[in-house]
């Protein structure tokens, strides 16, 4: 691990900690898994430009605690009639016998998309440098009454009570957006079941980058893709071609009279952009989960991409990021999934500084002092002493980035805007804002989490795209309190409202917050008085990234 700050010259903006290559274009995460002690990552990746095109490849990187990382060779690229368009995005599967299995979609000669095999060409190389693709590809041909272009991306098998295996691949069909259940008793025939497992109205978009997984109903453990009992809700998870957002639902699996999903307790459209549960509400998609062993947890990726042009991205070198890995668990009220930044992360932190009791009166601001504000890690504890002055609640606000864009974080509310300013020159003219605002209902608070905004940047609206993100935080102000937690690097900001309930992550490229010369700030900017109860900063390490000698990992 080194000091904070990137040394490769390739831009003000890049990060420190978050994974990204160290040039040209990445996007998917594609196969993320823990085998045999180490984890892999794998992405789409462009090795000749940094654009997208659709011929792409997919990048390796392996890690033994997902914060540091040695990159590989490309473990495949477009070289077959089956491909060679494109190795687009998959899902690794561990076969008994620890045997392992990569399926991807594959671009082929006649631009149609088509499901393969790869494999790793030696088992025995703890690294899995070398990757083969089989000779029976395509292992899945389109279906006829499907088009070229709606037939990818899929998921992690999981083993049926038949013992047959099981996969998702997003679709169209039947004029619905489909998740299609294709089942194989040798990994290599598959048959397509005769009804969608679940579909929708195609208003929604092509559904993309699906992902389907159970999960305990006994707190943070977490299960094999295959796992089977009582106890168990399942999670389906797409990706919006259209939107560019990821929504999930929490429901059952039904394996009688067919075979299909539920979801449960939904309110109105769930894969609509007002209505529906995101794993987040900023930048992020394509998201890939897997089944950690090591630790017993499911843990979660996504792609963050730039919110400038081509040219922009051309012109410094690098284009996309991944999140930060995050640890999934049903909340209790089995509605809801949270996320956290995985443990590992905490060993960049140093130099803590800590706030206790501080009152944030209305129009107040204050500096967090003696921490690194471009790269940094916050978690803090806001207190509400006096709840009655809330706004109220308009049940027309339906739509919670549109509401934050029209609040925003510095109109004066009862109680908020409060939270964060971050990447923040000294006089404020940038800054990123991570704030929460309160109403009062009906019968209950009604508490609004936005981050984002005009001020982020002051490049024009017309050369970066600078929304404000918002999202309704589903949290019982009971005792008055809420929390968040950000992660800043650079130009992304990481926010985790309420322990996870609601998360936002924003691009940003300031232009005067950088280095040193960016700030953090904690603010109130409503009528009502705020207290911090608690918080804590640290200025985050830059751990080793890229590190092109893999067989150091294995000296560790």
Sequence with gaps: ?????????????????????????????????????????????????????????WGHSVSKDMVNWFRLDVAMSPTETYDINGCWSGSATILPGNKLVMLYTGIDINNGQVQNIAVPKDLSDPLLVEWEKLDQNPVILRPDDITPDKFRD??????????????????????????????????????????????????????????FFPMSLKGKEALDTSAKGDDIKYVFKVSIQDTFTDFYTVGNYFVNNGEYYIPENTVGDPYSPVTGLRLDYGKFYASKTFFDEAKNRRILWGWVNEPDSNADAIARGWAGIQSIPR????????????????????????????????????????????VTAAQADIEVTFRIPN???????????????????????????????????????????????????????QDKYVVLMGS??????????????????????????????????????HSVVESFGAGGKACITTRTYPTLAVGKEAHLYAFNYGSETVEIAKLNAWTMKTPEMNLNDGKALLRE
């Design 387 to 441: 709840l009655e002055n809330a706004e109220v609640f308009d049940p027309s606000w339906v739509d919670a980035q549109q509401l934050s864009g029209e609040k925003g974080a510095t109109g004066k509310g009862g109680i908020g805007p409060f939270g964060l300013l971050t990447l923040a020159s000294k006089d404020l003219e940038e800054y990123t804002a991570v704030f929460f605002r309160v109403f009062r209902a």
């Design 1 to 57: 691990m080194s000091e904070t700050g990137s040394s490769d010259g390739l831009g003000i903006n890049r990060t420190g900690y978050h994974f990204q290559s160290p040039k040209n274009w990445i996007n998917d995460p594609n196969g993320p898994m823990y085998y045999n002690g180490i984890y892999h990552l794998f992405y789409q990746y462009n090795p000749k430009a940094v654009i997208w095109e659709s011929a792409l490849s």
């Design 452 to 489: 984002g905004g005009s001020r982020s940047s002051l490049r024009g609206e017309g050369l970066l795209h600078k929304p404000t993100y918002g999202a309704f935080v589903d949290v019982d102000l009971v005792d008055g309190e809420i929390s968040l937690r950000c992660l800043i690097d």
């Design 327 to 370: 640890t999934l668990w049903l909340d209790k009220n089995e509605r809801q999934l949270l996320q956290w930044p995985i443990t590992e992360l905490e060993t960049l932190r140093t130099n803590e500084v800590e706030y206790t009791k501080k009152l944030l009166t209305e129009g107040k601001h204050f500096e967090v002092e003696n």
């Design 154 to 211: 899929p998921t992690t098998a999981w083993l049926g009570e038949d013992g047959h295996w099981r996969i998702l691949i997003g679709s169209e069909k039947n004029n619905k957006v489909a998740a299609l259940l294709f089942k194989s008793n040798d990994f290599m025939t598959w048959t397509e079941s005769e009804d969608a497992f679940h579909s929708a109205e195609p208003h929604t978009g092509m559904w993309e980058c699906l992902d």
